[in-house]
């Protein structure tokens, strides 16, 4: 049981470059987020799944995208890098949502020059 | 809209010492819980305890343990007999049901250093 796992642990990207920042979970839960941590700060909600194929903006959505495919996977896209999308990036999953603990990932540290 | 502050951003302790983290939070809902999540260096985030708002017995987790004030909006950490182990970020955070989303709304988080 592998719990939240999350690819690549660090990525640099140039200004305007794109990418996917990947999460999986094999706990079989509905309920995935995606979370930024900026230095300092604590974690703001950019996106999240109540299951799959349903998703919604969280508190900071712009520049980003999400899709759910599989109850597993909850993959965040980012198009056209900006320096003000370094941070680090946490996804988690949740059984619930009534008290429920969230799961979190190792993270991934983006760094966009 | 529901706001989570922690008002102290650095804390340090000696080890075997007591130390108490703040929060205040701010809702005009009744019903709601409260958590508080650690981020040791490793950056890996860790439920450390929860507390239910309809509860009036406040939590605890073997050496940690909270002060729920809820007419005051007020929910600290204690964390007893420090150990080395426990530095870390700490993070308050807030989570509105009956939502069907499960959303947290954290605060600014509070460095703890403890001290040998």
């Known amino acids: 049981n592998a719990g939240v796992t999350q690819t690549p642990k660090f990525r640099i990207l140039k200004i305007g470059q794109s990418m996917t920042l990947q999460c999986a979970q094999d706990m079989n839960h509905n309920y995935m987020y995606w979370y930024r941590q900026d230095p300092g700060m604590g974690l703001k909600l950019i996106y999240y799944s109540v299951g799959a194929g349903i998703t919604d903006k969280g508190e900071v959505p712009n520049g980003y995208n999400v899709s759910r495919s599989t109850t597993e996977d909850f993959p965040l896209r980012l198009e056209l890098a900006a320096p003000s999308q370094t941070s680090v990036y946490f996804c988690?999953?949740?059984?619930?949502?009534?008290?429920?603990?969230?799961?979190f990932g190792p993270g991934t540290r983006l760094t966009v020059t | 809209a529901q706001t989570v502050t922690q008002s102290q951003p650095e804390m340090s302790v000696q080890e075997a010492e007591t130390v108490t983290l703040s929060c205040t939070y701010d809702t005009s809902e009744n019903n709601y819980y409260l958590f508080w999540y650690k981020q040791p260096p490793s950056r890996q985030m860790i439920l450390v305890i929860r507390q239910e708002a309809y509860k009036q017995q406040n939590a605890t987790e073997n050496r940690f343990s909270v002060n729920f004030q809820k007419a005051a909006k007020s929910f600290s950490l204690k964390i007893s007999d420090s150990q080395l182990g426990d530095t870390a970020m700490y993070f308050c955070a807030f989570m509105k049901p009956p939502s069907n989303t499960g959303k947290l709304i954290f605060g600014q988080g509070t460095t703890l250093q403890v001290k040998p």
């Open positions: 988690a999953s949740s059984p619930g949502t009534i008290g429920h603990e969230q799961y």
